[in-house]
């Protein structure tokens, strides 16, 4: 499955933040291995959809669907080097799907920065300069060879090498390949060259206690959206030793404390969806009287491929999808009257399964 990959450089809330996830993790029913790998937490993907069809359906059990973080060890500094626990840094990162990018914004006395002053665009350069040297690398592994085959007028070398070109001189120039723009043609050999910098980034603020209320005024926090504006990342804003406190409470008592720190949606909870919604994850629903349930699948699936995320039997024997969306669902009050509004369709197999679908899927076994 997918996952997010937490970086950042020491001292800056990682460790704060991923225990988080993994107590969010480890208060769940449903995924009581959540902890065997120390380092992958699972979560539930918050989903306010399915609480309504469990009002509307009364199952006897709900079930979320889960989302990966990966709490990526080694030394960042020098990485791109190749230097024992630096390699294992970039060699972590190419394993991931996404890039949370943690950075200290709050200010503690107590707590050193690793320079010495908490800077937060200085903290992402170190960190993204690491990375874009390591692409450097590997775009120039590649060039000289399609150069060669360039020069022989081999076409597709040619076409490579536009490419590699606007890689290299991007990359010399300290951006990462994500700010490239390239054609749907030309992204292919992008993606065949597996580069770091061009996965997607959230890059999370980790703001003080005490200014979590006022983010709009916070100057740090200000420079890290204009920067990540600049290569089209987006930001969100955390205080991870609040999201500590409120990883250790469920259902109405975290809503309680939610509503006493006046903020709408806990950190981690933004932290969740921005991530997989950044992955290109969505989540279609199965709603029966035995359960109801959230799965997810990537946009752009058909109706096979997502039944294959239940179970490979389903993809190998599908015959049609029975579906309503959401909104359908719940405007008519129930399945039955759904069916009477004529909501409810009967999808084939090229069928690209939408965000929010209740599916019924009929098969052969
Ligand atoms: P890591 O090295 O990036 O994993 O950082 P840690 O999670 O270990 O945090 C380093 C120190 O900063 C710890 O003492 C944390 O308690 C503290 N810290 C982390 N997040 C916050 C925060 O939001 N506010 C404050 N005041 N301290 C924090």
Redesign the pocket.
Known sequence: SLTAGIV?L???????LFNAITQAGALSANYPFATIDPNVGIVEVPDHRLHKLTELVKPQKTIPTSFEFTDIAGIVEGASKGEGLGNQFLSHIRQVDAICH?VRC?S?DD?THVSGRVDPISDIETINLELILADLETVMKRYPKVEKMAKQKDKDATYEFEVLEKLKDALEAEQPARSVEFTKEQMKYVKSLHLLTSKPILYVA????DELLDVENNAKVQQVKEYAANEGASVIVV???VESEIAELQGEEKQEFLDELGIEESGLDQLIKTSYDMLGLATYFTAGEKEVRAWTFKKGMTAPQAAGVIHSDFERGFIRAETVSYDDLVNAGSESAAKDQGKVRLEGKEYLVKDGDVIHFRFNV
């Open positions: 950042g020491p001292n800056v809330g990682k460790s704060t943690v709050f503690d707590i980790n703001v003080g206690e205080c991870a030793k």
